[in-house]
């Protein structure tokens, strides 16, 4: 038996789910007996932490500084071109002063280039991880958009959401032990507790892309819900209208896990590019297997490349989809 589990402000709704038939509602004793619980969440409520940002780059306007809200930012030297060329060396001393200084402990990495070459914020985090032993990072480049605002604002948020996440994260585990947790992506799929913790954003709009994927398997037939009134139950059959958090219940409880890589990579031929595949195919099923799937269980689903408008030859945009099943159920 699978949960699916849709929170929102009032009282979570609970489906258990066997052979693609949803029940409803759901007994607490017997949902501890579940294989695994499938939770799907927006996280647009959820309070956000301060977050210290730095930026590795070139100066810039005031306007165009990070956008920390509450927290703090810095900007500092160093950096790539989107090529990979060292714009400059990184100011390791300024990391090292606003690290110790800033009095935050999650923090937000973006430096320009770091698509093409993270280096700098690898670098970066080793500094902060040192100076800060407590500190949650988030680095830009995992999250591969080639636009620096574009990832800055990712990591930012992605970072203030850590602690959010983890109390929803600690909440289900208290209320399910022993019993294994996955959460809902925004673009589909199902991330395992500890990858949520660290990456909540792919989780950012979970109970939204659930509620989409229950009422299409409940319209196409491909599944029902049985309302359990005693000992008899009421199925609804396909086109059978259930509220919205029966559905999203639903289609989180159907999802498997699911990662994504997207990275900008420079190939000088067929036989370069064909190996920066691999890599980024390597990288995908790696990170499927940290978002929850079993080993022998993951795949390659999907590889886009895409070349680099109005840049230099040989630059492109790599995005890789990796699922499997999951580890428990």
Do not use: K
Request: aromatic fraction near 4%; proline fraction near 7%; include cysteine.
């Amino acid at each position: 038996m699978i949960l699916g589990v849709a929170l929102a402000e009032a009282a979570p709704t609970v489906v258990a789910v066997g052979g693609g038939v949803a029940a409803w509602p759901v007994a607490r004793g017997v949902a501890r007996t579940a294989s695994r619980v499938c939770v799907a969440a927006d996280l647009g409520g959820v309070p956000t932490a301060p977050v210290a940002a730095i930026r590795v780059g070139g100066p810039c306007p005031e306007a165009l500084r990070p956008v920390v809200g509450s927290g703090v930012a810095t900007i500092v030297r160093g950096g790539h071109s989107v090529t990979g060329r060292p714009l400059a060396p990184l100011d390791t001393e300024a990391v090292r002063r606003f690290a110790a200084t800033c009095g935050l402990v999650d923090f937000a990495v973006t430096a320009t280039g770091s698509p093409m070459l993270a280096e700098h914020e690898l670098a970066v985090a080793a500094i902060v991880a040192a100076e800060v032993p407590q500190a949650r990072i988030t680095l830009s480049y995992e999250f591969g958009y080639p636009g620096l605002r574009e990832r800055e604002a990712d990591a930012i948020r992605n970072a203030a959401l850590g602690p959010g996440a983890g109390r929803i994260a600690d909440e289900v585990a208290r209320e399910l032990p022993g019993v294994p947790a996955y959460f809902a992506r925004s673009g589909g799929g199902l991330v395992s507790a500890h990858y949520f913790r660290r990456f909540p954003l792919t989780c950012d709009r979970g109970a939204a892309a659930s509620l989409v994927r229950g009422r299409a398997a409940l319209d196409e037939g491909a599944g029902r819900v049985e309302i359990q009134h005693g000992v008899s139950d009421v199925a609804l059959g396909p086109g059978a209208r259930v509220p919205d958090g029966v559905a999203a219940a639903y289609g989180v409880a159907i999802q498997r896990p699911e990662a994504h890589v997207e990275r900008i990579v420079q190939a000088r031929g067929r036989a370069e590019l064909d190996r920066v595949l691999r890599d980024a195919r390597d990288e995908a099923l790696t990170r499927v297997v940290s978002a929850g799937a079993a080993p022998g269980s993951a795949g390659i689903e999907e590889v886009t490349v895409n070349p680099l408008s109005y840049l230099p030859d040989g630059l492109y945009r790599v995005r890789v989809t990796a699922g499997g099943r999951p580890w428990a159920g």
